[in-house]
């Protein structure tokens, strides 16, 4: 895919064989290479859809750590049959750990919540749910790295990448659905992290065809 114009930030910085995991709804990009039975995998942002995650377990058999603290997607999860090596748990990633307001969506019949004010929540409907930064995450799962974390987290994923990065948390792969439409600077803010994780290490190696879906690498693990 050749990028131009307004999409030329989000032109790949290395190459990595990369495979779509999951439905086009839900799913990513993946180096299948850099995974295997005793990868650590984290998957925030769950909503109605597992496919990503099932994908990656039956590819690697390894295990998949899933988080996501809507109401609705919680009580979906709790309906299914779920992989052996799925964990789910009921709490979402900030950048900082604790209780926080989180707005439902103003169309009900969609799942996705957000701790971001943004155009597609209802500020006057909220729910309470518990929030954690990916170090204290890791750190309760007894985790010293993680191999692939994926990241959809409707509006919060600047604040959570600046934090991951600011930690210099090891993470191999970082795979982002950037929801930079939800923002009147949205596309300068997506410009601005991506440079940050460029200067860390971490280099583009494939996007989706709606380009919101961006795959990256730590460039070290090639």
């Known amino acids: 895919m050749r990028l131009t114009g307004e999409v030329r930030h989000l032109r790949k910085g290395v190459h990595c064989n990369h495979v779509w995991y999951g439905n086009d709804y839900g799913g990513f990009y993946v180096c299948p290479e850099l995974l295997n039975k005793n990868s650590i995998v984290y998957s925030f942002g769950i909503g109605f859809d597992i496919t990503f995650d099932t994908t990656v377990i039956k590819n690697h058999d390894c295990h998949v750590f899933g988080f996501d603290p809507t109401p609705k997607s919680i009580q979906w999860i709790r309906n299914q049959s779920l992989p052996e090596k799925f964990h789910f748990y009921e709490s979402g990633i900030s950048d900082k750990s604790g209780p926080v307001d989180f707005y439902l969506p103003k169309n009900r019949e969609h799942v996705s919540g957000s701790i971001m004010i943004q155009d597609n929540v209802n500020v006057q409907e909220k729910v309470t749910v518990i929030m954690k930064t990916l ?20 509006g919060a994923e600047y604040d959570v990448l600046e934090n991951i990065l600011n930690a210099k948390i090891p993470v191999t792969q970082i795979l982002v659905e950037f929801h930079d439409r939800f923002f009147e600077d949205g596309r300068m803010k997506t410009k601005q992290i991506i440079g940050k994780m460029k200067n860390n290490d971490y280099e583009i190696f494939a996007v989706s065809d709606s380009f919101e879906e961006v795959s990256f690498v730590n460039k070290n693990a090639l």
């Open 135 to 154: 170090r204290d995450i890791m750190h309760e799962s007894g985790h010293q790295h993680i191999d692939l974390l994926k990241l959809d987290i409707e």
